[in-house]
Structures are given as C-alpha cells and as structure tokens.
C-alpha cells in the first residue's frame, strides 16, 4: 500500500514508522531483525531502509604504494526491503538516489522493486562520495532529486527511456522527498531550498520527510514557510534521540543541524553514556508529545542500528 494511503486511513491519528539501514557488509539480517522485531509493538505501516553508495578506501600494497578500492558497506537495501515486507507484512520504503546509477540503472532498479511489490520510494540526490566533497552525478544520471522525482513519475505514466516500447506497463511508485527545516548544507538560504522543496512536489513527490532537528520551533516555521508557498502535501516529521556524548557535535557537524543549548548543556552534564541516552528518550519524548498535538501525520525515526531508545520513547507515546 502507499505511504500516502496509509497516512491517509490513519484518520489524523499519529503513526509511528522508522528508518533502518542495511547491516554493515559481512554482517548478518538477523541482527536487523533483532533490533526490528521489538518495534514491531508498535505497529509501524511502513518502514524506509536507507541506501549507501560506495566510498573510496586506500589500502597500502606491498610496495608501499597506496591502491584505491571502491567498496560498499551497506550493500542490500532492495533484498532488506523484500525481506521486511515478508517477515513483517509491512510496506517498505526504499531510498533510492541519484549517485553512482544512470538513469537507465535507476530504471532498471525501479522495474526490480515493482515486481517485489514495492510500492513506494523516497527519492534523494544521495549523499556524495566523501573523498569528492561535493555530489558528482554520473553523466547519464539523474542530478536534483527532482531529475529522479521527473523519471519516476514519468515510469508511472507509461514512459520509459526506451522510446520504443509501446504499451508499456506503468509503474505505481508513491514517491516521498526530503526537507530540511534548518535548511540543505549546500542551498544558499532556506527560501532557495524551498523552492526546489516545491519544486520536487510540483513533479509528483506526495509526501515529504524532513531530516532530524532538535528544536520543534524550526519544523513548524518550515511547515507555515511551505504552506505559504502552496506545498500542501503531508510533513513527516524526522526524530532522533541523541544516545552518545560524541552525537552533540557529531550530528551537528553531519547533518548540519543545531542541538539546542539546554540539551548541549544536558548532554555535557552526562556522566556517561547510560545518562546520555536518558537524557535523549526524555528530550525525543518532550518533542514528539508536542508534535502530535500539532497533528504531525507520522512520527518518523531515524535507528541508526539500535533500536533500544525508540522503544522507550515509543511505550511512552504509543
Ligand atoms: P535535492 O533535493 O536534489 O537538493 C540538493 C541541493 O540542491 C539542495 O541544496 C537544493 O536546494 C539544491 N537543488 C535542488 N534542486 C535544484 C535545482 N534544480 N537547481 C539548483 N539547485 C537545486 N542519503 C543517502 O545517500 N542515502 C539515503 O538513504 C538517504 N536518506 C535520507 C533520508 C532523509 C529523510 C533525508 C532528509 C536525507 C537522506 N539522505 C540520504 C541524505 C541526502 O541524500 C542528502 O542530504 C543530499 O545532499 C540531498 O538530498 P536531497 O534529495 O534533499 O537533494
């Protein structure tokens, strides 16, 4: 089912969905399922597995001389996706992204989550490739988010790359983009972000997840800035609880989002992590409490791999 029917059958009642990200490469789907299985208390609709395109590493050869590799190291997010849906009777919500795939590959990929029944994607620029600095897109493929909003919609209306197929089965992806309350690192200001915000949604995005934040203020003056500007498809909120002491400027540096300073100040204060992660379910729950008297249509976590502090928040909220 989409994302959007789900939403919609909710009957403005807050749902509760979460994002996982394929084990790390080696590693096995049991240790996802484990972090999954209790979550599932809660009846998630849908749950969106996160994709991660290769990096450069450096490996020293024998001669001293440095050989570079390319890896992946969260391969499998299409079989993670059919496996979620098999183990969990749950929709998933595959990322897909503009690096490193044509837009004959993205095609292609597209057709393989049609035929496992997927019915919804969130479409990405992807991040860059960390020895790049900045996104480069493949010459062929899709550079904006938007690109990658135009070609899905157009496979969803019968149009493929190939000119030539005639009566071509049209694909019935539900297609979600992300936002960004304290705006994309790399937009000049958030007034230009959101043009292109609007501009993903003028293509055919329904529904929009919003990267993580702290501070509740800055997701409702980014809802009335969208609604002022005639986004009227659903927000789903992105929360994150803060779980180490490093996550205060890792996140920060990361994501490119302010920690408010009475939780900087609470964090710091922390004698260790176990006080950390308290402090971070306390201060997810405050937030979320608030959104939901809002009217937020989902409230959308990010695991990062553990599962332990969204079940403490979610008993409480669910
Ligand atoms: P875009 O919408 O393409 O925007 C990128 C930048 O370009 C912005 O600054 C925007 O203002 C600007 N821009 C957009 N369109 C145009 C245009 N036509 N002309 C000029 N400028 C333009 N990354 C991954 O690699 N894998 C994931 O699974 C993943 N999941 C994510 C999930 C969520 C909810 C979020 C919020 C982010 C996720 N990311 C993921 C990170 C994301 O890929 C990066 O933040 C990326 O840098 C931007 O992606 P986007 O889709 O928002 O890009």
Redesign the pocket.
């Known amino acids: 089912m989409k994302v959007t029917e789900h939403l919609k059958n909710a009957n403005g009642k807050t749902l509760f969905t979460i994002?996982v990200l394929p084990p790390l490469k080696g590693d096995s789907i049991q240790t996802l399922f484990s972090n999954m299985d209790p979550l599932m208390e809660f009846k998630p609709p849908f749950v969106d597995v996160?994709?991660?395109?290769e990096e450069y590493v450096y490996k020293k050869r024998e001669n001293g001389l440095l050989e570079k590799q390319v890896t992946r190291k969260r391969p499998g997010t299409v079989g993670i996706c059919a496996a979620i849906q098999n183990r969990y009777k749950v929709d998933t919500v595959p990322?897909i992204?503009?690096?490193g795939f044509t837009q004959e590959e993205t095609e292609n990929a597209l057709i393989d989550l049609q035929f496992l029944g997927i019915d919804n994607v969130?479409?990405?620029?992807?991040?860059?490739i960390k020895s790049e600095g900045r996104?480069v897109p493949e010459s062929k493929g899709n550079r904006?988010?938007?690109d990658l909003v135009e070609q899905i919609v157009h496979m969803n209306q019968g149009r493929f790359l190939d000119d030539d197929l005639e009566n071509a089965n049209p694909t019935r992806f539900c297609i979600g983009?992300?936002?960004?309350p304290e705006k994309?690192?790399?937009?000049p200001n958030l007034k230009?972000?959101l043009k292109?915000?609007k501009?993903?949604v003028d293509l055919g995005a329904e529904y929009i997840?919003?990267?993580m934040f702290f501070d509740n203020a800055r997701f409702f003056d980014f809802v009335a800035k969208c609604r002022e500007i005639g986004i009227q498809v659903p927000i789903i909120p992105?929360i994150k609880p803060i779980t180490t002491k490093a996550q205060s400027s890792v996140l920060a540096t990361v994501f490119h989002i302010d920690i408010p300073e009475e939780l900087a100040d609470a964090v710091e204060d922390c004698k260790d992590n176990a006080a950390v992660k308290q402090v971070g379910v306390e201060w997810a729950v405050r937030q979320s409490k608030e959104l939901i008297k809002f009217g937020v249509p989902s409230l959308h976590f990010y695991s990062m791999g553990k599962s332990d502090p969204i079940y403490k928040i979610a008993k409480q909220l669910f």
Not at 177 to 180: E, F, Q, T
């Open positions: 994002e996160t994709y991660h395109r990322h992204i503009c690096g969130l479409a990405l620029q992807g991040d860059g996104f904006y988010a938007s983009v992300a936002g960004y994309h690192f790399a937009a230009t972000d292109y915000l501009l993903k997840v919003t990267q992105g």
